[in-house]
């Protein structure tokens, strides 16, 4: 529906320009309302306040991640390490968001986001390129350990900040997360 298979899979585009900003967003809690402060946390869920364009585009980046996710199963299982090199650097690069935000949206972002998110989405990032890393050397166990914490990060800011999207995600957010 969104066409980022082809996008992301087929064509192996290196559109994506490798600008030094800092982190990707992936937008963005929109922050201050009170009400939204539950539980006396720091934490905001904002997203809900989001404008709808930041917010589709938002969501358009979290399917095309998952998309990315997914590719990556039988990219390794079939060692297509060249795929998942190309797909972990659009990943690290922010996929599609990055590329469609205005500076002005950027900078609205970039003001409204809070610290624990950008550390979050700085820390998925990071995972990103360390797995584009090992996919460039070949590195099958590295993959695999790279390609679990990036899950493993995934669910950590949903923990956190999508909670209204994901609400079973909420109490593990408050019991600490490693309890299998
Ligand atoms: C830095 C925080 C953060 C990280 C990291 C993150 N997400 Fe999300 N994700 C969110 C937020 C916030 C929402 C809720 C968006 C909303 O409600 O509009 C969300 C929503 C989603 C959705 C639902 C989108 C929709 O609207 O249909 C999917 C799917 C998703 N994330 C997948 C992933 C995957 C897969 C990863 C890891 C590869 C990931 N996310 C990493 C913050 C994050």
């Known amino acids: 529906m969104l066409g980022f298979d082809q996008f992301k899979l087929k064509k192996h585009m290196k559109i994506i320009i490798r600008i030094a900003l800092l982190a990707i967003l992936i937008p963005t809690m929109s922050y201050g309302e009170d009400k939204l402060n539950r539980?006396?946390?720091?934490?905001?869920?904002?997203?809900e306040a989001l404008s709808g364009e930041l917010r589709d585009l938002l969501s358009q980046e979290m399917r095309a991640l998952q998309s990315g996710m997914m590719s990556i199963i039988p990219s390794y299982n079939s060692g297509n390490w060249g795929e998942i090199e190309t797909t972990a650097g659009?990943?690290?690069n922010s996929y599609i968001l990055k590329q469609r935000l205005t500076e002005s949206q950027l900078k609205e972002l970039h003001s409204v986001l809070p610290d624990a998110f950008i550390e979050k989405d700085q820390r998925f990032h990071y995972l990103a390129g360390m797995l584009e890393h090992a996919a460039k050397n070949k590195k099958p166990e590295l993959i695999n350990f790279y390609f679990s914490e990036m899950n493993e990060s995934c669910v950590s800011c949903h923990a956190i900040f999508a909670t209204h999207k994901f609400p079973a995600l909420s109490s593990k957010g408050e019991k600490g997360a490693h309890t299998h």
């Open 39 to 47: 539980e006396g946390s720091t934490n905001v869920a904002g997203v």
């Open 90 to 92: 659009k990943m690290k």
